[in-house]
């Protein structure tokens, strides 16, 4: 199978990664201000103009940050008919788009779950791990192509910036590699739509006990044990 | 040999057999909490759950009953049951259960008094081996009258506390069965292929 084409439409990716990129900035800076500065001994005409001013940059902030999120169930296949074998690598126009949004808005969620919202995601990470791959890759099974997709989604840096407070919240301080095994196995479960979230709660509940075997294949690289491992988990999501 | 207490109805739906639906962490999850709810309202208690825990048994479970899976069709009935046992060897080896008050609707005497999370524990496990059994085999599983006995839960208990292993002996012997005490978490036809070889 060929690797599929560029999309030749204007690329917005990299400019909703830019402005989440300036959230995230935002959200670690105004998490630092709040953190660091006496607000609270400050007058109070001061103490409540420089509180409002760094709550409403987050407020902002944030609402950069779902512009995605609506495009995820899209991407990732809607209706009632069950999510099988749903590793979509066609060569079709733009399915490494809908890939990097779906895996984008499934992480934001994963990381949720792991109480470290705050780690920033690349979209354009996640489109160019997918492009990345190369054909003999993209065939088989699906824990093989989500095995070397896993390991495309690291070397790309799809998360990134996570602080240690965020690490220490998934065994090994591996969150980066235990949030995208959780998405990957995701991916590969049988759902209905009306299950992706209570799915996508339970792959990174399995994720989070497997955690120490997921990172170390990870780590090492170790493609066949990491499609062992999806092979082993995705019927039980 | 009776019924079970009727609680089964607070099991989740799910369109796929229940042999394939309790193998999915989100099935289980759901059935777990529900089933727990349930049988707290009945006993009159209020558990909590850990989640995290219940995550981890979950995955020891499937482990468990994959690594003893027999390769005879005519082995499922027995293993079936013996895969509940192996369910409840997995809660009580790491109890995912707490019991935030004693019991107020049941007797000072009963098992659910006595230990509130084994009794939610061995229940649930009975209850999801029945409705599997229903579905799969047409059977509706009988419990023995020792389910009544409290010397039975106080053995359960203090054994289960010294070996989880106990524990599968403990839901056959509900069943009516006899198990083999020696080793009652190794599948019996197993064990006996293996005394058999040279």
């Not at chain 1, 001994?41 to 001013?53: S, Y």
């Not at chain 2, 109805?9 to 309790?22: C, D, F, H, K, Q």
Request: proline share 7%; glycine share 6%; net charge negative.
């Amino acid at each position: 199978m060929r690797n599929p084409l560029p999309n030749p439409l204007p690329d917005a990716m990299p400019l909703r990664d830019a402005l989440r990129g300036l959230r995230h900035a935002v959200r670690r800076g105004g998490e630092t201000l709040l953190d660091v500065m006496p607000l609270n001994q400050l007058p109070p005409p001061a103490t409540h103009l420089a509180g409002a001013v760094i709550r409403e940059m987050g407020v902002l902030a944030k609402g950069v940050g779902e512009v995605a999120s609506d495009f995820a169930r899209i991407a990732l296949g809607g209706g009632d008919a069950p999510h099988s074998a749903p590793l979509k690598l066609t060569a079709r126009l733009g399915a490494e788009d809908e890939f990097a949004q779906g895996i984008y808005a499934a992480l934001r969620l994963v990381l949720q779950r792991l109480d470290a919202p705050s780690v920033y995601v690349s979209e354009t990470a996640a489109r160019m791990a997918y492009l990345s791959l190369l054909p003999d890759q993209r065939q088989g099974q699906d824990a093989d192509i989500a095995a070397a997709l896993s390991l495309s989604l690291v070397e790309a840096k799809v998360l990134r910036g996570a602080s240690a407070q965020d690490a220490a919240h998934v065994p090994g301080r591996a969150i980066e590699n235990v949030a995208i095994f959780a998405v990957m196995l995701w991916l590969q479960s049988n759902r209905h739509e009306a299950e992706d979230e209570a799915a996508l709660a339970s792959a990174t509940d399995l994720a989070l006990v497997i955690a120490a075997e997921a990172d170390a294949a990870i780590v090492s690289r170790d493609s066949p044990k990491l499609s062992a491992l999806y092979a082993e988990f995705a019927a039980h999501v | 040999m009776s019924e079970l207490p009727p609680l089964s109805g607070s099991l989740p739906s799910t369109n796929e057999p229940l042999r394939i639906a309790v193998r999915r962490m989100r099935w289980f999850r759901a059935a777990f909490e529900a089933y727990v709810k349930a049988i707290g309202d009945r006993v009159g208690c209020t558990y909590q759950i850990d989640d995290a825990k219940l995550a981890a048994i979950f995955v020891r479970w499937l482990r468990a009953v994959e690594s003893q899976k027999p390769s005879n069709r005519q082995d499922r009935h027995d293993y079936f049951e013996f895969a509940a046992g192996l369910m409840l060897r997995e809660l009580t080896a790491d109890m995912p259960l707490v019991a935030l008050s004693p019991p107020s609707k049941s007797a000072a005497d009963s098992a659910a008094t006595f230990w509130p999370e084994g009794y939610a524990c061995t229940m649930f496990c009975l209850t999801v081996h029945s409705a599997a059994m229903e579905h799969e085999f047409q059977d509706k599983p009988q419990v023995s009258p020792v389910i009544e006995d409290l010397r039975h839960w106080w053995s359960f208990k203090e054994n289960a506390q010294m070996g989880a292993s106990f524990s599968v002996g403990f839901l056959l012997t509900l069943l009516g069965h006899q198990p083999n005490w020696m080793m009652p978490d190794v599948f019996r036809v197993r064990l006996s292929d293996e005394l058999q070889q040279p």
